[in-house]
């Protein structure tokens, strides 16, 4: 087992423990929203968002686990979006993680509710975290991951990305919207990470380099699993970006396989200024690169 292996592995139990924690009924008249929102966590994930966040805040010389709770807000984000993503409005997809998406399972109006409700639940878990002890602290981790979410964000690159159907963008074009749709929560949970653990601007700076890059990679690498894979590999519907300017689509297989090479490259280039401790980071972007669902 690699480095990476085992230290996901162990950041895995610890967030999926959390957060089906959260989940938890305890009132029988709340059942239906408390199991919508367990069936998308228990259908689990590679929780890339939380490994990222533990080894940013470990890289910079911090603990990562009294956190525990801000780097499950972070996956709760990622999550609620995943729910918005495939309702039919959006994506309108039936699969994900292998499982039925929930407003198949359920309907439209449950899906919804049980997204804002992952929202709000991050949120609160940043104002309840043990390991933040400073005010200050909690509202500069609410408003990295609110800024992430928000009108500059996620939303927008959601966005753009519904009225970019049928249209043919630029590689800038295209790296706007991925910045936002994609790669803005991977740059907020480092930065968070980093945060958590009191690092220096430098630092900071770096985190923040490499997790752009690692997030723009991650959307190509994407595109292309979208383009080659099956359902039954990734666990969810593909061919859903077939109306979509993917990297795939406008520059075909090959180059985006180079442009993602070269982006985990540069986001591996990135660490530089860490004397120690970047192995985790490195094999992440390696991952993100090679990986097939």
Request: proline share 3%; aromatic share 4%.
């Amino acid at each position: 087992m690699s480095e990476l292996e085992s230290y996901a592995a162990r950041v895995r139990g610890l967030v999926d423990d959390r957060l089906l924690e959260l989940a938890a009924d305890d009132d029988p008249r709340c059942a239906k929203p408390h199991a919508a929102v367990r069936h998308t966590l228990e259908a689990g994930g590679k929780r890339l968002r939380p490994i990222l966040f533990f080894a940013s805040c470990e890289v910079c010389g911090g603990r990562p686990e009294p956190f525990l709770d801000a780097a499950c807000a972070v996956e709760l984000v990622h999550t609620a979006s995943l729910v918005l993503d495939d309702l039919p409005c959006m994506d309108d997809a039936g699969l994900r993680r292998g499982r039925p998406t929930l407003h198949v399972l359920y309907d439209e109006a449950t899906a919804v509710l049980a997204a804002v409700a992952e929202l709000m639940a991050a949120f609160e878990l940043i104002a309840r975290c043990p390991g933040i002890r400073r005010d200050s602290l909690a509202r500069d981790m609410a408003a990295e991951l609110a800024r992430a979410v928000g009108l500059d964000g996620m939303i927008a690159g959601q966005q753009l990305d519904l009225d970019s159907v049928g249209r043919r963008l630029s590689m800038d074009e295209m790296e706007f919207v991925h910045a936002r749709k994609t790669g803005a929560l991977f740059t907020a949970t480092a930065r968070m990470g980093a945060l958590a653990a009191g690092a220096s601007g430098p630092e900071i700076q770096a985190l923040e380099a490499y997790a752009k890059n690692l997030g723009l990679a991650f959307q190509i690498v994407d595109d292309i699993l979208d383009a080659t894979a099956t359902a039954e590999e990734l666990g969810k519907d593909v061919g859903k970006d077939a109306d979509k300017p993917t990297f795939v689509h406008l520059f075909g297989l090959e180059t985006s396989r180079t442009v993602a090479g070269e982006l985990t490259a540069t986001a591996k280039g990135s660490l530089g200024v860490f004397r120690r401790g970047a192995a985790v980071l490195g094999q992440l972007a390696d991952f993100v690169l090679a990986r097939k669902s």
